[in-house]
């Protein structure tokens, strides 16, 4: 995982600032319940999107285990951050009417000692609400970048821990299951064809990490010869679900 005390300057610039910030919030938004509650943002960050959950009628806490993001996030939520592990929550269970999960998931080695916290704070009937399928949201939408790297994806794509159908057998066993599904647009992310072969160059892209090397070229030159090699295709659409019992 990244050193986010490092990361903390350049967090809000590089994972698509405010508009990204926006959506997200407004994703989770939809999923939260209404009326006066008790949020907890797990991971909240810099609290770039803990801060659009603000509600005159509504507390909400952001935890995270990084000073150096905490820093940032206590100045948007003055007295509403605690420094924390997910897997370790400073909570007592049953307190919280909603927990938020953006982005932490796909991170970590095991996700399962997270998603126990989260539901042990919940009090009963409250929602989990969370990111998955990371990875994936660049692939929502089809493209021609989403056809050119599909057999490499299939193929390479390493089991990872955000993944949905793993998320929802271990959400079974804390007895949530999915009430409601909906997406949020990276805005501003989508990439174009030079900006792929750039990131696979860089080694940020998992699935050709894993893969061998003259496959990984053969998709390099595939994407070298699509149209438009400095248009970004569609923006990712990043998958956000709700659990409850
Ligand atoms: C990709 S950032 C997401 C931040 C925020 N949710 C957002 O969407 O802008 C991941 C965050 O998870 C935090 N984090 C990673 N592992 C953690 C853990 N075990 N407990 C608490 N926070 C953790 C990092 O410090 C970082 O702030």
Redesign the pocket.
């Known amino acids: ?1 990244l050193d ?1 005390d490092d990361e903390a300057r350049h ?1 809000d610039a590089t ?1 698509g600032g405010e508009p990204r ?1 926006r959506a ?1 919030a407004d994703a989770v938004e939809r999923l939260l319940p209404q009326g006066p509650c008790a949020v907890l ?6 609290g ?2 803990t801060e659009r959950l603000l509600r005159p009628e509504r507390t909400v806490v952001g ?4 000073p150096g ?1 905490l820093g940032l996030a206590a100045r948007r939520l003055p007295g509403g951050v605690v420094r ?4 370790a929550l400073p909570f007592a269970s049953r307190t919280v009417d909603a927990v938020v999960i ?3 998931l796909h ?2 080695p095991d996700p399962d000692p ?1 998603l126990a916290e989260a539901a042990r704070v919940l009090r009963p009937g409250g929602v989990l609400i969370t990111t998955v399928d990371k990875n994936d949201a660049y692939f929502v939408e089809d493209s021609d970048i989403a056809q050119v790297t599909a057999d490499l994806r299939r193929a390479y794509a390493p089991r990872v821990p955000d993944r949905s159908a793993r998320v929802l057998d271990r959400a079974a066993e804390l007895g949530l299951r999915m009430a409601a599904r909906t997406v949020f647009p990276g805005t501003g992310q989508g990439r174009s064809p030079r900006g792929w072969r750039e990131a696979i160059d860089a080694g940020h892209i998992s699935w050709c990490t894993h893969a061998p090397q003259d496959r990984v070229a053969d998709v390099r030159r595939r994407l070298a010869a699509l149209p438009g090699q400095e248009t970004a295709r569609p923006d990712p659409q990043y998958p956000l679900i709700a659990l409850k019992s």
Do not use: E, H, K, Q
């Open positions: 995982m986010y967090y994972r910030a997200a943002d797990i991971a909240c960050g810099t770039i999107v935890v995270d285990r990084s993001m924390g592990d997910a897997a953006v982005w932490l991170l970590l997270v």
